[in-house]
């Protein structure tokens, strides 16, 4: 596993702060980074909310171990560390004794995969995961298809949610800078209306952005991605596309004669 030292060591500190924050009653937006993050925001999380569920949004599914995985990539692996049913599949992992995995893969949805290693397909249909593979979202469209994960994971609609989105899940046209880039995404578009969804619900609690990686492509690719992210995060922290008039105005205001 690479620089597994470090990445241990930045996932703890993360841990720490998202739980503090979480405490202080705020939302907590952390951005990446690479997505090995999402085991220190989604351990902070945990540890606040047992109750949380978690929305894995991404091309790939990063629920390979260190034996599944070709690339030793902890990228690729962040789902598989936090998730107690897989625990057993991890060798001892110095470095990671402060990390416990509790988390339950039965509070795990997955939407925009598309590349998905065989080992991970067996993991999303032994555990039963839900999950909305591109091809689903086209057959659903994706404001349903987040209604149904976030349905399957919480029928009654009362558990704090937490979205881990990597910046991958869009198309690679619409977001160019990042490591892994997968043609056949999601549209910003849908991001964004996916973002609204789970907005609305008034129970996001967490949104992790990450995998935006500057040093990848040109100027406008750089920008493209970058304004893809703010966009995305704009609508999970609830900017209204149709704009927002200014509060306890009822009128316009009269042009002020000089
Ligand atoms: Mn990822």
């Not at 609204?196 to 990686?213: Q, S």
């Amino acid at each position: 596993m690479e620089h597994l030292e470090q990445v241990s060591a930045c996932a703890q500190a993360l841990s720490t702060r998202v739980a503090e924050v979480l405490r202080d009653g705020r939302v907590v937006v952390t951005i990446g980074g690479d997505h090995s993050i999402g085991v220190g925001s989604v351990d902070g999380h945990y540890k606040v909310n047992e109750d949380m569920i978690l929305i894995w949004v991404d091309a790939h599914a990063d629920i390979n171990t260190n034996e599944t995985s070709d690339s030793g990539s902890v990228h690729g692996m962040p789902v598989a560390l936090l998730c107690r049913e897989l625990s057993d599949y991890w060798p001892y992992l110095p470095t990671m004794d402060w990390q416990v995995p509790r988390f339950s893969i039965k509070n795990l949805g997955y939407i925009g995969l598309r590349s998905v290693d065989s080992y991970e397909r067996l993991a999303i249909e032994k555990y039963n995961i839900p999950t909305f593979a591109m091809e689903d979202v086209d057959t659903h469209g994706i404001k349903s298809s987040v209604q149904h994960v976030l349905q399957q994971l919480d029928p009654r609609g009362e558990k704090p949610i937490h979205v881990s989105f990597d910046i991958d899940s869009l198309d690679a046209l619409e977001a160019p800078s990042t490591g892994t880039p997968v043609r056949g995404g999601l549209t910003l578009r849908e991001g964004i209306n996916m973002m609204e969804t789970i907005y609305a619900t008034g129970r996001l609690r967490a949104v992790d952005l990450v995998e935006i990686n500057p040093a990848i492509g040109t100027d406008t690719d750089r920008r493209h991605t970058i304004d893809a992210g703010l966009s995305i995060l704009k609508a999970a922290l609830g900017a209204p596309r149709r704009g927002t008039a200014p509060k306890g105005v009822l009128d316009l205001p009269k042009p002020t004669t000089a």
